[in-house]
């Protein structure tokens, strides 16, 4: 029955008139039969020691409803700042921006959840562009809230990679502020950077918010060429901007929460945990390091001074979690996410610098020994825990023994990287691996994957860069060798790859084979070599015969040994030479399978 059915309203109030000197109805009654044992005993004895509840550890907290502009003083004055273990600012500029549209429509932007005094117990760090805190102890440190209060301090100070306005000559040709508000990155709002510009584009700067008066004074004088009539008038729109627009930001009040000082240091972990898992995700990081700060360890220090220490971390962007998964895998645990976030403290503190040792160690060696000489040619980053994890093993070794089981690991390496063991399931292969390395480097039967790899070597005819992991192993495969940079004939480092543009292009160019209708085999990873800019440029779509006879002219006895340093062909008679595609790709594909074996096989 639709309960606005005709007569029904008048049939209802009937019926509560009725009962409106008479008691509360209450629910229908619910029978609870009583346990078979207890009919007709009554009720049962109480424990005859009873322990009193738990108390709330939760702490006091005060309600507030602060202006926008007194919160973002507060961050400029430094008595407002974040916990060390809070995660960094990560919202796109668009989306700041549609918070400050929904701040001057007034639309409620969500609470905010502080902790007083947090700075006497957590590491404080400034908001992201706001004033270092140089030792400044905050009052206040931010638990809920960052995300928002990070892009409005940058939007309304004018700091970050992106600037805001608002578009006066927009809204006064009828657009709404969705549409007003805009946002461009720093190198494109230099136009609007000075007053000049802003006049004449009717650019208001939000970054002046809270001067807006002055603004308009300077904006109206500075088009005073204008007639005065015409003056008058765009001063009169200003002033309704202002209230509009600029006043509604101005008086806007986020309703805050603050824990007191007095809250546990274990109630403010569980309270950001849970607080964030709604969120944007939590890396298990942060949550351990939320967590360690109640034991009183420092975990984000830690990890600041470890990548000072070994710059090799930071060059392979290695992520903490791999060092947490590294700790899991020493301590026989499977480095799953929910394993390694339930780790305990002590396990982890135990564990860390051998962890690290391991990491820096295995990045070091398939750098220097494998070829992977960036980030961008490593095949597979979830198998770098087991690499730095098996590590402990090499270290174990004496002499020539340690240096044995080093060309064991590699030997792993290349096989699991092609085999494509870490393809899937990455954490229950290095569980599994774990024992095996253990058991091989110490002197026993290979793994598997080693003991038994094959690899077709025609596949190569077919990998191109969408096959990213197989991709990147060859090119690593062919960095082994130290190549020579075309235009200089110095061997390719990190600083030589970096500092002329070198990347990885076609060696018989896509324009001079494009109507050939080879499909895929045009970039195949076989037709692919490092080149630097400057001598990529000067290819273009020419055949190799021709710009190698170019360079030729110019390393005249560098341009074989060049050639032989990147896998390629350098005799006159030869494929590439020929110009001869199908001969240059089978050419190629013999000296990868070749190269693949050497690294491969005992």
């Known amino acids: 029955m639709t309960l606005f059915q005709p007569g029904f309203q008048l049939e209802l109030v009937d019926k509560l008139d009725t009962l409106k000197d008479g008691a509360v109805p209450g ?102 562009e706001a004033p270092s805190l140089d030792g400044h102890k905050p009052a206040l440190l931010v638990l809920d809230g960052q995300q928002r209060l990070s892009s409005l301090f940058q939007a309304f100070y004018g700091v970050g990679s992106h600037r805001f306005f608002v578009d006066v000559r927009a809204l006064m040709q009828g657009a709404d502020v969705e549409s007003a508000v ?8 230099r136009q609007w950077s000075m007053l000049d510009g802003q006049a004449r584009s009717l650019m208001f700067p939000l970054a002046r918010v809270q001067h807006f008066a002055d603004w308009r004074d300077e904006v109206v004088e500075a088009r005073s060429a204008l007639d005065p009539e015409m003056n008058k008038t765009l001063r009169s729109y200003l002033n309704r901007v202002e209230t509009a627009i600029i006043e509604p930001i101005r008086s806007y009040h986020f309703p805050t929460t603050t824990l007191s000082e007095s809250t546990p240091t274990e109630a403010v972990c569980t309270i950001f945990e849970t607080l964030n898992r709604t969120g944007i995700k939590l890396s298990v990081f942060e949550l351990i390091t939320a967590r360690a700060f109640a034991q ?10 470890t990548i000072e220490r070994n710059p090799v971390l930071e060059d392979f962007a290695i992520d903490p979690y791999y060092i947490l998964q590294t700790i899991a895998l020493r301590a ?68 020539a023994g340690s240096g044995a089981r080093r060309l064991k690991l590699q030997r792993w390496f290349w096989c699991a990287t092609f085999a494509g063991d870490y393809d899937n399931a990455p954490n229950s292969r290095a569980e599994a691996d774990m024992p095996l390395l253990c058991q091989w480097l110490r002197g026993g039967e290979p793994p598997p994957v080693v003991r038994d790899f094959e690899f077709e070597p025609t596949q190569w005819a077919t990998v191109t860069i969408r096959q990213r992991a197989l991709y990147r192993a060859t ?79 110019e390393l005249p006895n560098d341009l074989p040994r060049i050639l032989t340093s990147h896998g390629l062909p350098h005799e006159k008679d030869g494929p590439l030479w020929k110009d001869d595609f199908d001969g240059f790709l089978e050419w190629r594909l013999h000296y990868l399978a070749e190269e693949l074996q050497k690294v491969t096989s005992e």
């Open 182 to 189: 805009k946002v461009f990155s720093t190198t494109k709002a």
């Open 296 to 305: 009183g360890e420092r975990l984000r220090e830690r990890w600041n001074e």
């Open 27 to 128: 629910p229908s009654p619910v029978i609870i039969p009583e346990p078979a044992g207890l009919q007709g005993l009554g009720a049962p004895a109480l424990p005859e020691t009873m322990i009193d509840p738990p108390i709330s550890v939760g702490g006091q907290f005060d309600p507030g409803v602060p202006t926008l502009v007194y919160l973002l003083s507060q961050i400029e004055n430094r008595d407002l700042a974040l916990p060390d273990f809070q995660r960094s600012f990560v919202w796109e500029p668009n989306a700041t921006r549609e918070l400050i549209v929904s701040i001057i429509r007034g639309f409620p932007a969500g609470n905010l959840l502080f902790l007083r005094g947090g700075s006497n117990v957590f590491l404080p760090r400034a908001v992201e």
């Open 332 to 399: 026989d645990l499977v480095p799953r996410r929910g394993v390694v976030a339930a780790m305990d403290v002590s396990t982890i503190v135990e564990h860390w610098d051998a962890a690290v040792a391991g990491m820096a160690n295995g990045l070091t060696m398939i750098r220097d020994e494998c070829g992977v000489l960036m980030l961008k040619w490593l095949p597979y980053a979830p198998m770098l825990p087991t690499l730095a994890a098996a590590w402990q093993w090499v270290e174990e070794g004496l002499g």
């Open 475 to 553: 090119m690593a495969l062919l960095l082994r060798h130290r190549p020579l940079d075309f235009h200089e004939a110095v061997p390719l480092t990190r600083t030589v790859i970096e500092s002329t543009a070198v990347d990885d292009h076609h060696v018989f160019p896509k324009g001079y084979l494009q109507d050939t209708r080879l499909g895929n085999r045009i970039d195949s990873v076989l037709n692919h070599s490092l080149i630097d800019r400057e001598t990529n440029i000067r290819i273009q779509k020419k055949a190799p015969s021709v710009y190698l006879g170019e360079i030729e002219d």
